[in-house]
């Protein structure tokens, strides 16, 4: 019998997707279309995920996670940052020379959150919240992505 990812299987799981999707942007060539399509996809995953993560795992964290505020709060900092970059590259064409800095601090910032949460906030979660709980959790959350896939 196969069982289901807990919430932070689900987290790690998009943690995988998210890297895949910005090495692509990192390959595309640099100015192209191609790279600013990706971008956008990269734009969309993240909000999403980073939605998920503050509605899901970060109240449960900051709730029965010791230290679980400091983590949250250095999650939160992190999401702001990402969506400021992610902002400022929509604003521009992938031909703009500030297009490649932009994406350098993107990625930097992305990479370093990812293994920060990883390596940090995930199993701090993993230690103090009970494994069934882990699992209801990460139930809620394909429920509530199935239902909003289902609307689209």
Do not use: W
């Amino acid at each position: 019998m196969s069982r289901r990812p807990d919430i932070l299987g689900e987290f790690t799981a998009d943690h995988r997707a998210v890297t895949e999707l910005l090495d692509a942007v990192e390959a595309a060539p640099a100015g192209s279309t191609e790279r600013g399509d990706l971008v956008t996809r990269l734009t969309d995953l993240l909000f999403a995920h980073c939605a998920a993560e503050e509605e899901h795992l970060f109240p449960v964290v900051q709730h029965d996670v010791p230290d679980g505020g400091a983590l949250v709060f250095s999650s939160i900092h992190d999401h702001l940052a990402i969506g400021q970059y992610l902002a400022d590259l929509q604003a521009l064409r992938p031909a703009d020379p500030a297009f490649d800095t932009l994406l350098r601090g993107l990625a930097d910032t992305l990479r370093r959150h990812l293994s920060g949460e990883e390596n940090q906030l995930f199993p701090a979660a993993r230690k103090a919240l009970p494994a069934a709980s882990r699992a209801a959790l990460g139930d809620r959350l394909r429920a509530e992505r199935e239902a909003l896939g289902a609307a689209d």
